[in-house]
Structure formats: structure tokens, C-alpha cells
């Protein structure tokens, strides 16, 4: 099922802040030269990562999926002074791409890159997260949530990328293993008492978890 509207998305593109030249170049890279380019953030959701990280103004950031590294410089900008970004990344090229990228930006020193199975890095990061991004694989979404809540400091926010996964989570019935994940997620996410949630219909969906 296709349900974004490509008009819609170049009208909000076209009426939100520009990114800054560092974003911009990552940003036309990845759509240039890779296969899977459709898994990062667009422009509009890069701006909308970077504007509640300037809002909270966390001083540790957690991201479960880096891919090219152009959503963790994104939700770098609203760190702290003395804040660090730790990032998360299975595939070892995607990985090389991101520091080359991470290098680059005057960031650099304040992000963290782990490579292997998020799993097994995130119970030996000692932090109390104040923001938390969860864009890896879906059928761990409910894993990573789990792992990371205890960890999550009061008031604390995590952002779960894809939540529509596609427009496959209005069908009747879903079929495929990745929407019935995120639909299992979302349902999970909505009965857990621990947290308030809100579910925006920015391009793929973003689920904002705020813990009580």
C-alpha cells in the first residue's frame, strides 16, 4: 500500500529550515550511491529529529540503527556541552560510511559509534538516556524498547521510526512479518502504563514515548 503523498511531502520540504551543507551532502550521497537509500530520514523528519533534540537538550543520546550516519548528526545538534550520542549499527560497511561521515562534522568528538548487535551493546552502555531513537530492525522493536525504558531518565523520549511501515499496518489482514512486528509494537507501546505516547503521520510514522 503506497499512502504518502509526494506533493505533500515537497510542499513541507519546501516550508521547513534547511538543513545545514554537512547534512546536505550525507543526505544527496545516500540517495546517490546507496542501494537501501530509501531507509534514511528525509529532509522534513532529519529537521523534526534535530528540532526535539534542540528542545529537550539531552546530554545522552541513544540511536538503535545509524545506516549512513545522517539522523544520529541530526539529533547531535541539541546535545549538551559536555553530551555524547551513542550510535548503534549491525552492518560493518554502513558503519564505515557513517564515521567518514561522523569525521566530518564539528560534532564529531561527541559521538560514539558501536558496531554488533544492539542487543548485546546496549546493556553495557552505563548511561541514563534522555532521548532514544529506535530505527533498526522491526521485529526487535519491542526488544529494544524493553531494554532501553528501564534506562530512560524521567520524562525522558523515545522516537520508534517506521510505525505505518509503508501503509502495511492498515490492512486487513496484515500480512507481511515487518508490519506485523511494528503493528504488535504499537499495540504494546499503547498499553504500557509506564509511558504516554503520541503517533505522527510523518512520512513513515514516528511514535513519541514519553516516560512518566
Known amino acids: 500500500m503506497e499512502f504518502l503523498n509526494i506533493e505533500v511531502e515537497k510542499y513541507a520540504e519546501k516550508f521547513t529550515s534547511v538543513q545545514n551543507e554537512h547534512l546536505q551532502r550525507i543526505y544527496a550521497q545516500t540517495n546517490e550511491l546507496h542501494p537501501h537509500a530509501h531507509m534514511m530520514s528525509n529532509s522534513v523528519q532529519g529537521q523534526l529529529l534535530s528540532f526535539l533534540s534542540n528542545i529537550i537538550r539531552p546530554k545522552y543520546v541513544l540511536e538503535i540503527g545509524t545506516f549512513t550516519g545522517y539522523s544520529a548528526l541530526c539529533l547531535a545538534e541539541g546535545l549538551t556541552k559536555d553530551g555524547e550520542l551513542h550510535t548503534l549499527e549491525l552492518r560493518a560497511e554502513d558503519a564505515t ?40 530492525d522491526k521485529t526487535g522493536y519491542i526488544k529494544y524498547y ?21 501503509g502495511q499496518v492498515l490492512e486487513e489482514p496484515i500480512k507481511g ?22 503517533l505522527l503521520t510523518v512520512r513513515d510514522g514516528l511514535l513519541l514515548i514519553k516516560k512518566r
Open 97 to 136: 560510511t557513517a564515521q567518514q561521515n561522523f569525521s566530518k562534522s564539528p560534532l564529531a568528538k561527541q559521538i560514539h559509534l558501536h558496531i554488533g548487535n544492539a542487543l548485546d551493546i546496549i546493556p553495557t552502555l552505563p548511561f541514563e538516556w534522555d532521548l532514544v531513537f529506535i530505527d533498526a
Open 146 to 166: 524493553e531494554l532501553v525504558l528501564p534506562k530512560l531518565k524521567k520524562n525522558g523520549v523515545i522516537i520508534a521510526d517506521n510505525v505505518l511501515f509503508h
Open 177 to 198: 512479518k515487518n508490519a506485523i512486528a511494528i503493528h504488535a509494537f504499537n499495540e504494546w507501546v499503547a498499553n504500557d502504563v509506564r509511558t504516554h505516547q503520541v
